[in-house]
């Protein structure tokens, strides 16, 4: 089956920099990329995704870049805020399959 | 619509003990998922059902059982609990592997 591997497990950034969180995949027929937000006691929340046909997608201050050729792709966050503290997670997945999720990135957002 | 909904929040249970998770989802989803999230581990999918009346193994089946109620309900049983099985349990639900809702979570200790 699928491998996503995640980096790093935990990040710290000032508020207003910018946070970058890191997914490679293991298997090329994978085509779709989603990643979650979860905040504490809570269930995870998609906060964006991208399918292998599309390089970049953006939705206001996050924005989701995808290698299809190195198998990688990666979140970015930018001007954080407090409230993108939260534990966020990557996966892959052949569409019409099951999820292959990622181990998770705690970020911390220090005001 | 009050989406995925969980019960219970909170349960621990003895060695040997058995109990079902109950989730139930308002979203007309066809699609329902059980995972069980540890601590560095990520997500790992425990059992899915695709459609009504079909379940299917995920990546970590073994001390689980399934039941698809109805479109609606799909719960997680637990026959003979073992320490292992402490974790938070996830439900989830979408149209086939896109765009997976997630419940709030149950929390389950094995003494």
């Known amino acids: 089956g699928e491998n996503v591997e995640q980096h790093p497990s935990t990040l710290s950034v000032q508020e207003g920099d910018s946070a970058v969180i890191k997914c490679t995949y293991s298997?090329?027929?994978?085509?779709?990329f989603p990643w979650y937000k979860q905040e504490l006691g809570k269930g995870p929340q998609l906060i964006i995704d991208?399918?292998?046909?599309?390089g970049e997608k953006k939705d206001q201050r996050i924005a989701v870049t995808l290698n299809k050729t190195a198998k990688h792709f990666s979140l970015h966050i930018t001007e954080t805020q407090p409230e993108d503290s939260a534990v966020y997670f990557c996966?892959?997945?052949?569409?019409?399959?099951?999820?292959?999720f990622g181990t998770g990135t705690s970020l911390t957002v220090i005001p | 619509n009050a989406g995925v909904t969980q019960t219970p929040k909170f349960q621990v249970l003895k060695t040997g003990q058995s109990m079902t998770l109950q989730c139930a989802q308002d979203?007309?989803?066809?699609?329902m998922y059980w995972y069980r999230q540890d601590p560095g581990m990520g997500l790992r999918l425990i059992y899915y059902?695709?459609?009504?009346?079909?379940?299917d193994k995920g990546e970590v089946p073994n001390g689980y059982n399934v039941s698809r109620l109805n479109k609606r309900e799909f719960s997680l049983r637990l026959e003979s609990a073992a320490p292992s099985q402490t974790s938070v349990y996830f439900c989830?639900?979408?149209?086939?592997?896109?765009?997976?809702?997630f419940g709030p979570g149950t929390r389950l200790t094995v003494t």
């Open positions: 989830a639900s979408g149209w086939s592997s896109y765009e997976q809702y």
């Open positions: 298997d090329s027929a994978s085509n779709y």
């Open positions: 991208i399918r292998s046909n599309v």
């Open positions: 996966a892959a997945t052949l569409l019409g399959n099951q999820f292959y």
């Open positions: 979203m007309n989803h066809n699609s």
């Open positions: 059902s695709a459609s009504e009346g079909t379940t």
